[in-house]
Nanobody, 120 residues
Framework: QVQLTESGGGLVRAGDSLRLSCAAS???????????MTWFRQGPDKERYVVAS????????YYSESVKGRFTISGDNAKKTISLQMNNLEPYDTAKYYC??????????WGQGTQVTVSS
């Protein structure tokens, strides 16, 4: 069974930076099947929106328009870890950030989330 664990959230002021991390754990035979990892965030409306995604198989990176130029996703395919460097944070970035790993077609695993709060 694969588990994802996020870390790095906190309370910061507008303009500050934070770095989130997500690491997969479990049997190697299971974690090795992760071919992409994605950061989502969930705000007051309780919907989860894609923030950034890294696909090792396709060798692609995706950013939502709202974070382009401010956030940077990076990762280690061998270790199945990803990070999200968030710069110039704004109050509207306040949300719970979740990491999701893709194990296969329509098969995903989620982390428990980490809260990011940005004060004005």
């Amino acid at each position: 069974q694969v588990q994802l664990t996020e870390s790095g959230g906190g309370l910061v002021r507008a303009g500050d930076s934070l770095r989130l991390s997500c690491a997969a754990s479990g049997r190697t035979s299971s974690t090795s099947s992760i071919d992409s990892m994605t950061w989502f965030r969930q705000g007051p409306d309780k919907e989860r929106y894609v923030v950034a995604s890294l696909n090792w198989t396709a060798n692609t990176i995706y950013y939502s328009e709202s974070v382009k130029g401010r956030f940077t996703i990076s990762g280690d395919n061998a270790k199945k870890t990803i990070s999200l460097q968030m710069n110039n944070l704004e109050p509207y970035d306040t949300a719970k950030y979740y990491c999701r790993g893709r194990l296969g077609v329509n098969t995903y695993v989620w982390g428990q989330g980490t809260q990011v709060t940005v004060s004005s």
